[in-house]
């Protein structure tokens, strides 16, 4: 870890004590700062993270926001998860007290150069591919960010002959304003986070940010089929690195079936194990860093030989009763669901619904075409409901997984797909999209093989 002075004797307040709270209490400290920790939960007296913190003599406050909670402070490391609504949040910006996450500090004092991915879709894909690429070859890529450990608790060890391969969220972005990656990498942008983002135009320009400070010793891959992404990078100051599914680049690229890197060809796309033809813009971004960091191509190929998808990712689970059984609970999004449902030829069983972003269901219909029942649940549920009915096909309203695998197989035909790809987070029933997706796992693997 490179030390910095910048934080010495400032009185730092880390706003929400989870991992990256926690992680971001623990730096600061290392790094002279007179940290507070603000936790709005009422903590029991025995939690771990508070009694560690409190031996290193940080003050942690929690079951609530005490009105005196920013005096004198001059920072303010924020969860990224808390909105900017929160009323601290509001009164720190009356105050011109700057507010970043945890990602940013790290970024300040990490030896390991970064690789930073990010996208609305596929990033945790393309991230573990670039980190297996990379140890493959034999790199010490280090996970960090969305995946893996928080940046924070990575860098305190990450040294020189490491690689920071980093998954980063509009939330994390949107407050890091240090953040300076060697490479950086923008997937796609679609229709997400409006709950959180005051418009589509700031999300975007959040998601901009892993650029920003990238200078022309750094590259930025980017998809070049994507416009919205291609009128972004104009903005960007590092050299550009481009991958396509339709034209040649000075990346990697799609040519008759077979996928190249500038002029090398890399793999036959009939030889690649990762399923979906949306994995291709994930592979295609991932061989074009691996290359950039000067992995061979037989690491390359034996990963895209081997490399069968990530948990909760269109994952394929079991066959039972003639039924195909996928987790895609990570589709937290439209887009996501989308490119789920476009994914299979055979009639799909969907399980859909969860926390309610006000998002309208109507662009979905289009990619219904296989779709022969609706199983949905959580906040959203009236919406599939009345989207079911627009299809035409049969539907049923549930509270819980087990129920809604059960119906489901009901639901079923012979060589049916019975598809989890929800469409929406997971909040409103469970902590977090893998909670979600270990639900419908449990309840899979509790169905009898043979009715």
Known sequence: ???????????????????????????????????????????????????????????????????????????????????????????????????????????????????????????????????????????????????????????????????????????????????????????????????????????????????????????????????????????????????????????????????????????AIADVVLPGKHNIENILAAISIAKLREVSTAAIVSVLKTFAGVKHRLQFVTKKQNHYFYNDSKATNIQAAKTALASFQRPIVWLAGGLDRGVDFETLRPYCERVQAIVTFGETAPKFMALAEQLQVSAAHVETMDEAVSVANNFAIDESVILLSPACASWDQYPSFEVRGDAFLTAVNQLPEVE
Not at 8 to 29: M, T
């Open 1 to 267: 870890m490179k030390y910095t002075t910048a934080y010495e004797n400032k009185r730092i307040l880390v706003l929400g004590l989870a991992k990256s709270g926690f992680a971001a209490a623990k730096l600061l400290h290392r790094l002279g700062a007179q940290v507070i920790v603000n936790e709005y939960r009422e903590l029991p007296t025995d939690d771990m993270h508070k009694c560690a913190l409190e031996a290193l003599g940080v003050c942690v406050i929690d079951g609530g926001h005490p009105d005196n909670v920013l005096d004198a402070v001059e920072l303010i490391v924020k969860n990224p998860g808390i909105p900017y609504s929160n009323p601290v949040l509001v009164k720190a910006k009356e105050r011109h007290i700057p507010i970043v996450v945890e990602t940013d500090i790290a970024a300040q004092v990490s030896e390991a150069p970064m690789i930073a991915i990010t996208g609305t879709n596929g990033k945790t894909t393309t991230t573990t591919l670039i980190h297996a690429m990379l140890e493959a070859d034999e790199q010490a890529p280090l996970f960090a960010g969305n995946i893996g450990e928080v940046v924070s608790e990575v860098v305190l060890d990450a040294t020189r002959n490491n690689v920071l391969v980093t998954e980063l969220s509009s939330f994390q972005l949107m407050a890091s304003p240090h953040l300076h990656p060697q490479i950086s990498l923008l997937l796609n942008f679609d229709e997400a986070h409006l709950d959180y983002h005051t418009d589509l135009a700031e999300y975007h320009q959040a998601k901009a940010q892993i650029f920003a400070n990238q200078t022309a010793d750094d590259i930025c891959v980017y998809n070049a089929d994507d416009l919205k992404i291609v009128a972004a990078v104009r903005q960007a100051h590092a050299s550009l690195v481009g991958f396509s599914q339709t034209e040649k680049t000075n990346g990697a690229y799609v040519n008759n079936g077979t996928i190249y890197y500038q002029n090398e060809a890399i793999i």
